[in-house]
C-alpha cells in the first residue's frame, strides 16, 4: 500500500464478478449524501432539522461499447434495474493494493444507455441508491480498505494482517467480494486479529461466504453479526474442490 495522492488511471472497478476497469472511461460521484430532514411543526418559532440521515450511491460508470461475449460491457451490463454488486478500487499511484481505499456494496443499476461520444459509442450505467434488496439494509458508510487485491490464490493465508484504523472496531462491518475465476469450490472470509500475528487471526462471525462454486463469477455483501472488529484484518480462504481462485475483497467497518 502507498501513500499520496492518485490519478483515475489507478481505478478499477468490479461489477457483479466481472472486471469492467478496460472498458471504464470515468466513475460517477460515489459516497454518502446527507439529507437534512425537516421536523418543523405548525408551532415551532424555528425550524428543526434532523442530521445525519445518510443515503449511499454510486452514481454512473461511463464506458466505452465492447460486445464480446461473456465478459464484454454490452453482456455484462445490459440488464436495467437489477441489484449490482460494485467493488471500486482507488489504487494509490499504482495498481489497487491490499490496504488502499475501496468503495463497495449493493446498488440498484437505473438503466443501460448508448451514446455517440466525439466517434466512440459510449456506454452509461447509471447507478441508484443502495438496492433495495441488498443483502442487508445499509447502515455503514460505504468507504473502506481492499483487503486482497484482484489476483489468484492457491494457499490459505498465513501472513500478518492489515492495520486499517490503527485500533478496534465496535460497529461491526461488511465484506464486498468479487470472484472473477477459479476452478472449484472454496469459501471466503475476513478475519482480524488483537495482535498482528498469524495464529492470532480468528473469523469474524458472518463475514463469509460460505462454500460457494469459484469456477462461475460470484459476487455478493456479507455483514458481521458481531460488533466487535478488532485492530487488524486480513483475507483468509477456505479450499473446498478448488486449487485456484481469482478475487477481490473489501472490508468496511461499520
Known sequence: ???GRTVNRWTRIYHDGYDISGMSRSIGMAGMLYDMADLTTLNDSVKGYLRRVGHVNAETVNA?????????????????GAKRTLLIAAGIRAEPAAG???FGGQFTQGAYQLSDDGGAVAATLPYGGWATDATFSHNYRPFGILTHA????????TAIGLDDEGAATAQGGYMTYQVLAGNGTAT??????????????A???????????????????????????????????????ATTVTFALGFTRG
Not at 64 to 80: F, I, P, Q, S, Y
Not at 150 to 157: C, L, S
Not at 219 to 238: D, F, M, P
Open 1 to 3: 500500500m502507498a501513500t
Open 150 to 157: 484482484k489476483g489468484a490464490e492457491t494457499a490459505v493465508n
Open 188 to 201: 471466503l472470509k475476513i478475519q482480524d486479529a488483537a495482535t498482528n500475528t498469524d495464529p492470532s487471526f
Open 100 to 102: 488502499d481505499p475501496c
Open 203 to 241: 473469523d469474524i462471525t458472518g463475514v463469509t461466504t460460505g462454500s460457494i462454486n469459484c469456477a462461475v463469477v460470484q459476487h455478493g455483501i456479507v455483514a458481521a453479526t458481531v460488533s466487535a472488529i478488532r485492530r487488524y484484518l486480513r483475507w483468509q480462504i477456505v479450499f473446498g474442490t
Open 64 to 80: 466505452v461499447l465492447d460486445n464480446t461475449a461473456v465478459t464484454g460491457l454490452h453482456t455484462v451490463g445490459l440488464t436495467a
